[in-house]
């Protein structure tokens, strides 16, 4: 899987009760993914950014849907809303370690309250696995809050070798995404 395919990523999966695209992130989702972003609870906000968030700036905007594609990978899942889309979960990783093929990446999930619980993370989790894998990387790192049990069981129930270590103030995981 090259750069161009990842950036052209597109799959149609099915959410417990609709349908749902997961998609590359694009320049143009800038206003799609502030809207997303309006409609995060505080609770949610907290357990993605570890702290309280304004509304992002144009600069993180333009940050969070202009990206490479070979160090920074961004997915969106969307659903069909009225006559348009909406973003309901992103999900991203950076590379982290490693040149050429880089071998670590750190990587995040947000999901909208409403969709919580259908799968979302996890399917956000196994289209960025399967990318990662594809370009060479042996492990994702990610920080997760200790109340965040949603995300601790999606990377727990992945299948996948984890280590864990705890700290005051998060669980810093390590995925090996080699079984």
Same mark, same amino acid.
């Given at each position: 899987?090259? @750069? ?8 149609? $999966? %099915? #959410? ?9 992130? %694009?320049? $143009?989702?800038? /206003? ?7 409609? #995060?609870?505080?609770?949610? =906000?907290? *357990?993605?950014?570890? /702290? +309280? ?5 144009? @600069? ?10 070979? @160090? ?14 909406? =973003?309901? /979960?992103?999900?991203?990783?950076? !590379?982290?370690?490693?040149?050429? +093929? ?30 990662? @894998? ?11 809050? +200790? /109340?965040?049990?949603? *995300?601790?069981? !999606? ?9 864990? %270590? ?8 390590? =995925?090996? #995404?080699?079984?």
């Amino acid at each position: 899987m090259n @750069r161009d395919d990842i950036a052209n990523y597109f799959v149609v $999966e %099915k #959410l417990r009760d609709r349908t749902a695209t997961i998609r590359a992130i %694009k320049p $143009e989702d800038k /206003g799609l993914l502030l809207e997303a972003f309006k409609g #995060l609870e505080t609770g949610s =906000i907290y *357990m993605r950014f570890f /702290g +309280p968030r304004k509304e992002p700036t144009e @600069r993180e905007l333009a940050n969070a849907t202009e990206v490479d594609f070979i @160090r920074h990978v961004a997915l969106v899942v969307c659903v069909r809303e009225n006559a348009g889309e909406r =973003i309901i /979960g992103a999900g991203r990783y950076f !590379v982290i370690e490693g040149p050429n +093929p880089p071998s670590a990446a750190e990587i995040a999930f947000a999901v909208e309250e409403d969709y919580q619980g259908q799968g979302v993370a996890s399917i956000l989790f196994r289209h960025l696995l399967r990318v990662g @894998r594809e370009q060479g990387l042996s492990r994702f790192e990610a920080d997760v809050l +200790p /109340g965040n049990r949603k *995300m601790l069981r !999606v990377f727990e129930r992945a299948g996948l070798p984890v280590e864990t %270590k705890a700290s005051s103030d998060s669980i810093h995981m390590t =995925i090996f #995404l080699n079984k």
